[in-house]
Structure formats: structure tokens, C-alpha cells
């Protein structure tokens, strides 16, 4: 089975929030993600296998250097088969393209391999305020 990847890729809102529900193992929301990534995205990635959305990626942007990952998500059956690494790479080819100087990733404590080792991200200082 081909696995593609697609900058910008298409996508509906049902099965986007299908995968996101697997991925984070949260109950099936009703997220407009259409309207959310046309207003705030740079661009995103869509990973399919046979026509199912297996993989996504949103990449968000200040408008000029910086672009950040967000929502991160592979479903939970194509897990450790370098779906993620796949989809972290074609977002920074996306945003590279773009003429974006620095991609950012926040992520969870249990997620720094993945992130450092696997993507190449490297540790910066950073600060963060609940709100």
C-alpha cells in the first residue's frame, strides 16, 4: 500500500476530525478545520493511504519567516512507520518554499524524540503562559 503526501492537500471536515479523534484519542469533535486553515495556515499536509486521511499536519505562519507545526497526527494504526517524519518533512518543504527562514514545533515531554531525533528539531529556550 502507497502512502502519498500533499502540500496543501484536499480534505473534509468529517474525516479530519475522525483522525484527529484517533490520533488523540479524544471523542469525534465537529471542527470547521476548511475555514481554520484558510484563514490562519501557510499551508498543510495531508497523508493518504488507498484514499483514507492517515496523517496531517498544519503549519501556521507569521507572514514571513516563522512557520510553526501544529496538530501533528498520524492515525494510531500507521504509527512508528515514518508516517509523522513524512509529514514533518513535506511541511518544511512547504514552508521552505515559502521562503519561511525557521520552522517551530511545541510539543509534549513524551514527544522530544520524535521531534529532536527523528525530525531534527533542535531545543531552543522558550516561555509559555496558560491562559
Known amino acids: ?30 471542527t470547521d478545520w476548511r475555514t481554520r486553515v484558510s484563514r490562519h495556515s501557510l499551508g498543510w499536509v495531508c497523508a493518504r ?9 498544519n503549519v501556521v505562519w507569521d507572514g514571513g519567516a516563522h512557520a510553526f507545526l501544529l496538530d501533528t497526527v498520524v492515525a494510531a494504526h500507521r504509527r512508528s512507520r515514518g508516517v509523522g517524519a513524512a ?6 518543504g512547504g514552508a521552505r518554499a515559502a521562503k ?13 524524540s520524535f ?8 531545543e531552543t529556550a522558550a516561555g509559555l503562559i496558560a491562559l
Do not use: K, Q
Open 49 to 57: 493511504e488507498d484514499g483514507s486521511l492517515i496523517g496531517f499536519v
Open 115 to 122: 521531534y529532536a531525533d527523528v525530525c531534527g528539531f533542535r
Open 1 to 30: 500500500m502507497t502512502i502519498t503526501y500533499e502540500w496543501r492537500g484536499d480534505f473534509d471536515n468529517a474525516s479530519l476530525n475522525a483522525l484527529h479523534a484517533d490520533g488523540f484519542g479524544s471523542p469525534v469533535a465537529r
Open 87 to 92: 509529514l514533518v518533512a513535506a511541511a518544511a
Open 100 to 112: 519561511c527562514e525557521w520552522l517551530h514545533v511545541d510539543f509534549e515531554e513524551h514527544l522530544r
